[in-house]
């Protein structure tokens, strides 16, 4: 019986453990979506109007287009504001948040860029 009543502590235990990670990963996501997401889109904007030429006019549309591949997912967010230098590695390790945009980046991983090429 002491057994039993062990197992089911160091059970109960464990889920409260896994809830409070989802509950952090939970809390990244919100972060990128309501801090980060912002600077992203006016990044995007900035960056589109400097290149703006005749050959790339770069207009309203493009920058809808723009905006929406790049704030569709959470991974994406977290792909451009790394790639901008938005945020950057030591800001993901000082906040906590280094394990969940591992993790991030693993279970979006279908809709990062990654520069190759479909085939």
Known sequence: MLILAVLALGALAWLIYQLLRAK???RFKQTLEQEIKPKVVQHIIDELNETRSELFPNNEAHQQATIYYWCQYKSRILQAALNREIIDESWL???GN????QHLF???A????TG???Q
Request: charged fraction near 25%.
């Open 106 to 108: 693993h279970v979006e």
């Open 110 to 113: 279908h809709v990062l860029f």
């Open 93 to 95: 390790k000082q906040s």
């Open 116 to 118: 190759k090429s479909a």
């Open 24 to 26: 952090k990963f939970t």
């Open 98 to 101: 280094w394990r969940n945009s």
